[in-house]
Nanobody
Framework: QVQLVESGGGLVQPGGSMRLSCTAS????????MGWYRQAPGKQRDLVAV???????NYADSVRGRFTISRDNAVNTVYLQMNSLKPEDTAVYYC??????????WGKGTPVTVSS
């Protein structure tokens, strides 16, 4: 089992920046993937960004160039740096851990609202 706790969400103005954190209850050093997803009201949960154990990253087209995912294995934490935020980035952001091809775990989410 892995517990994930997200933090860093809140209200930000358009054009602003925010950093989300996701801390796991055990070492993520060998985890296959760590990712961030988001779900806006009335919409499905979509991938935002993912980072592999080797440090490779992939992003949704809508955030590429604005968001950066990173991981610090020493503190079991994955980050999502979000810059140039837009109102359409408003959603609940979820962290997902995939230790291997069989297991996956979700955090409870942290809300992000981009509004003036």
């Amino acid at each position: 089992q892995v517990q994930l706790v997200e933090s860093g969400g809140g209200l930000v103005q358009p054009g602003g920046s925010m950093r989300l954190s996701c801390t796991a209850s055990r070492s993520i050093n060998s985890f296959k993937n760590m990712g961030w997803y988001r779900q806006a009201p009335g919409k499905q949960r979509d991938l935002v960004a993912v980072i592999t154990s080797g440090g490779s990253t992939n992003y949704a087209d809508s955030v590429r160039g604005r968001f950066t995912i990173s991981r610090d294995n020493a503190v079991n934490t994955v980050y999502l740096q979000m810059n140039s935020l837009k109102p359409e980035d408003t959603a609940v952001y979820y962290c997902k851990a995939e230790p291997n091809f069989v297991e996956s775990y979700w955090g409870k989410g942290t809300p992000v609202t981009v509004s003036s």
